[in-house]
């Protein structure tokens, strides 16, 4: 079946009609449960006042959204403006030396913050891996690496490295935690890059300008050093066309968002409902789906904001940021699954696509997906919860490439062969349907808690079962149809369909001999195509 198989208009529209519905039921649930508990003992410590002009509480449950846009907004503001205004001023003045401002500008930056201990602590990281990458040794950089990350991860390195933060304040063990994990996977990359150099090495000086960029620097989203060197070293800087318009549409969209995201949590409290497992138990099938579904798309909106609003800082400096990553709502494959696409690009250029080539051969991705999921395990920070996600996402990359192999087998071609290319695309949208479910569950484990994946699909597949499940299935079914339709109409922009070849004109001296011409002989359209269409 092809990207670009049709359905009837009548029932896209359709799906579009019970998909909305849905998620009008869904939220009004959600709502209904929020507004009744707004007072609830165990909502005191995460659903506190909210705006004066709405009179409700608030949700105010995760900490790295109220971190970034609410209490420590006016710090994270001037220090990326100040990025901003030196960065300006350098590229009018001195574009040459841009990226040795950035390097500066980083360092002052983290020193203020941290201490100079701190950055003693990240010079120490940066020159071990400088180290051991002038002996061009790919698997003792990646080992050296991995070994320098696990130091973060486990007792008693953590404490002992921590100790070197000066000062006691909220945002201390963020900070430390994130500038250390990302410090390590930009100096791997760098590492792994100088292996791939056959002409010399790159100097350390390139890797300190890489890795104290400051928009960066503590939150990421990590940008491969190959990528960095060629886009933060370029002479030219001119812009393309309506480029600043864009960049700055681009800001007030993320602006709108943050503005619509904190109206939501004072409605609908999605983030403190899901840790009262005593009233979870009282909700209806409805509440607790529309739960687990929310909680994913929120984390993606999340990601979205806060690297869009980083990439933002990044494009003004003339680089070309890893892009948000793809919506939920938008996923009913393993293999595009990811919150942060720096990850994930980092991920695949040096552990997934090494090892998996082509992700053809079933014994090579196993190997590929066991080794991309033990570095996300370390990134993540080994224990249960991360143990039995990393086992069920490795499992699902693994089966859908089973699937496809088992599919592509006889009779199973034959019999999708024989049938039309809309009714090959509806049998697909159903074994969709359940690859979709299973990706909210694996990965409302991390998101949430393993007692709340427990309930959604006790509830789901259990107790719900057949009427919540099969309505659920449903609905979902719907949603895939409306983002297959969404592809088919990207492909047809990304790659129309030739136009058929125009008819020789007839020649008008001969009428009697072109009358004579067979039919045969005429151009026949392509039959495939024609079904297609």
Same mark, same amino acid.
């Given at each position: 079946?092809? &990207?670009?198989?049709?359905?009837?208009?009548?029932?896209?529209?359709?799906?579009?009609?019970?998909?909305?519905?849905?998620?009008?039921?869904?939220?009004?649930?959600?709502?209904?449960?929020?507004?009744?508990?707004?007072? !609830?003992?165990?909502?005191?410590?995460?659903?506190?006042?909210?705006?004066?002009?709405?009179? !409700?509480?608030?949700?105010?449950? $995760?900490?790295? /959204?109220?971190? /970034?846009?609410?209490?420590?907004?006016?710090?994270?503001?001037?220090?990326?403006?100040?990025?901003?205004?030196? @960065?300006?001023?350098?590229?009018?003045?001195?574009?040459?030396?841009?990226?040795?401002?950035?390097?500066?500008?980083?360092?002052?930056?983290?020193?203020?913050?941290?201490?100079?201990?701190?950055?003693?602590?990240?010079?120490?990281?940066?020159?071990?891996?400088?180290?051991?990458?002038?002996?061009? =040794?790919?698997?003792?950089?990646?080992?050296?690496?991995?070994?320098?990350?696990?130091?973060?991860?486990?007792?008693?390195?953590?404490?002992?490295?921590?100790?070197? *933060?000066?000062?006691?304040?909220?945002? !201390?063990?963020?900070?430390?935690?994130?500038?250390?994990?990302?410090?390590?996977?930009?100096?791997?990359?760098? #590492?792994?890059?100088?292996?791939?150099?056959?002409?010399?090495?790159?100097?350390?000086?390139?890797?300190?300008?890489?890795?104290?960029?400051?928009?960066?620097?503590?939150?990421?989203?990590?940008?491969?050093?190959?990528?960095?060197?060629?886009?933060?070293?370029?002479?030219?800087?001119?812009?393309?066309?309506?480029?600043?318009?864009?960049?700055?549409?681009?800001?007030?969209?993320?602006?709108?968002? =943050?503005?619509?995201?904190?109206?939501?949590?004072?409605?609908?409290?999605?983030?403190?409902?899901?840790?009262?497992?005593?009233?979870?138990?009282? +909700?209806? $099938?409805?509440?607790?789906?529309?739960?687990?579904?929310?909680?994913?798309?929120?984390? /993606?909106?999340?990601? @979205? *904001?806060?690297?869009?609003?980083?990439?933002?800082?990044?494009?003004?400096?003339? +680089?070309?940021?890893?892009?948000?990553?793809?919506?939920?709502?938008?996923?009913?494959?393993?293999?595009?699954?990811?919150?942060?696409?720096?990850?994930?690009?980092?991920?695949?250029?040096?552990?997934?696509?090494?090892?998996?080539?082509?992700?053809?051969?079933?014994?090579?991705?196993?190997?590929?997906? %066991?080794?991309?999921?033990?570095?996300?395990?370390?990134?993540?920070?080994?224990?249960?919860?991360? %143990?039995?996600?990393?086992?069920?996402?490795?499992?699902?990359?693994?089966?859908?490439? /089973? #699937?496809?192999?088992?599919?592509?087998?006889?009779?199973?071609?034959?019999?999708?062969?024989?049938?039309?290319?809309?009714?090959? !695309?509806? &049998?697909?949208?159903?074994?969709?349907?359940?690859?979709?479910?299973?990706?909210?569950?694996?990965?409302? %484990?991390?998101?949430?808690?393993?007692?709340?994946?427990?309930?959604?699909?006790?509830?789901?597949?259990?107790?719900?079962?057949?009427?919540?499940?099969?309505?659920?299935?449903?609905?979902?079914?719907?949603? =895939?149809?409306? =983002?297959?339709?969404?592809?088919?109409?990207?492909?047809?922009?990304?790659?129309?369909?030739?136009?058929?070849?125009?008819?020789?004109?007839?020649?008008?001296?001969?009428?009697?001999?072109?009358? #004579?011409?067979?039919?045969?002989?005429?151009?026949?359209?392509?039959?495939?195509?024609?079904?297609?269409?």
């Amino acid at each position: 079946m092809g &990207i670009k198989a049709a359905l009837p208009k009548y029932e896209i529209y359709f799906y579009n009609t019970v998909l909305c519905l849905a998620m009008f039921w869904a939220t009004s649930w959600i709502f209904e449960v929020s507004s009744s508990n707004a007072n !609830r003992k165990t909502f005191k410590t995460s659903v506190k006042p909210g705006w004066y002009y709405f009179g !409700r509480r608030m949700d105010t449950a $995760d900490f790295e /959204w109220m971190m /970034w846009f609410s209490t420590f907004r006016e710090h994270i503001l001037f220090a990326l403006s100040g990025h901003v205004l030196f @960065a300006k001023i350098c590229s009018m003045l001195a574009p040459q030396y841009r990226s040795l401002v950035y390097l500066v500008y980083g360092l002052l930056a983290v020193w203020t913050s941290m201490g100079w201990t701190y950055v003693t602590l990240i010079l120490s990281h940066c020159i071990l891996l400088y180290s051991i990458s002038l002996v061009k =040794i790919r698997w003792l950089c990646f080992a050296t690496g991995l070994c320098t990350l696990a130091t973060f991860k486990c007792e008693p390195f953590v404490s002992w490295q921590a100790g070197f *933060v000066e000062g006691d304040f909220e945002l !201390r063990h963020i900070l430390f935690y994130g500038g250390c994990g990302f410090t390590i996977m930009r100096c791997m990359s760098f #590492a792994l890059e100088n292996c791939e150099r056959k002409d010399g090495n790159y100097s350390i000086l390139e890797l300190l300008k890489y890795n104290f960029y400051l928009p960066f620097f503590y939150f990421g989203p990590i940008m491969t050093f190959d990528k960095f060197y060629v886009q933060a070293n370029k002479s030219d800087l001119t812009r393309k066309e309506r480029e600043l318009w864009n960049i700055s549409l681009q800001s007030l969209i993320h602006f709108g968002i =943050i503005i619509v995201v904190d109206v939501l949590f004072h409605f609908m409290y999605i983030l403190t409902i899901p840790t009262d497992m005593k009233l979870l138990k009282h +909700l209806s $099938d409805w509440a607790i789906v529309g739960l687990a579904y929310f909680n994913l798309v929120y984390d /993606w909106v999340k990601a @979205a *904001v806060m690297f869009g609003v980083i990439n933002t800082v990044s494009r003004l400096d003339h +680089l070309d940021p890893p892009k948000p990553p793809k919506c939920i709502t938008m996923l009913y494959v393993f293999a595009e699954t990811h919150f942060d696409r720096g990850i994930n690009d980092w991920l695949c250029k040096y552990v997934y696509d090494y090892l998996g080539g082509k992700h053809e051969n079933v014994v090579e991705e196993l190997v590929a997906t %066991l080794c991309t999921f033990g570095v996300t395990m370390l990134w993540l920070g080994p224990c249960e919860v991360v %143990l039995i996600w990393a086992f069920f996402n490795c499992f699902g990359l693994n089966f859908e490439l /089973w #699937a496809a192999k088992l599919f592509s087998m006889e009779p199973f071609t034959s019999f999708e062969t024989a049938m039309s290319e809309a009714m090959s !695309r509806r &049998i697909r949208g159903i074994f969709n349907t359940f690859n979709f479910w299973c990706i909210v569950l694996f990965n409302i %484990l991390a998101l949430n808690s393993l007692d709340f994946a427990k309930l959604v699909a006790k509830r789901l597949l259990l107790k719900g079962f057949p009427i919540t499940t099969i309505i659920v299935m449903f609905v979902t079914y719907c949603l =895939i149809q409306v =983002i297959k339709e969404r592809e088919r109409r990207q492909a047809l922009i990304d790659d129309p369909d030739p136009l058929p070849p125009a008819p020789p004109p007839a020649a008008a001296s001969s009428p009697t001999i072109s009358a #004579a011409v067979p039919a045969a002989t005429q151009p026949v359209a392509d039959p495939s195509k024609e079904k297609a269409e």
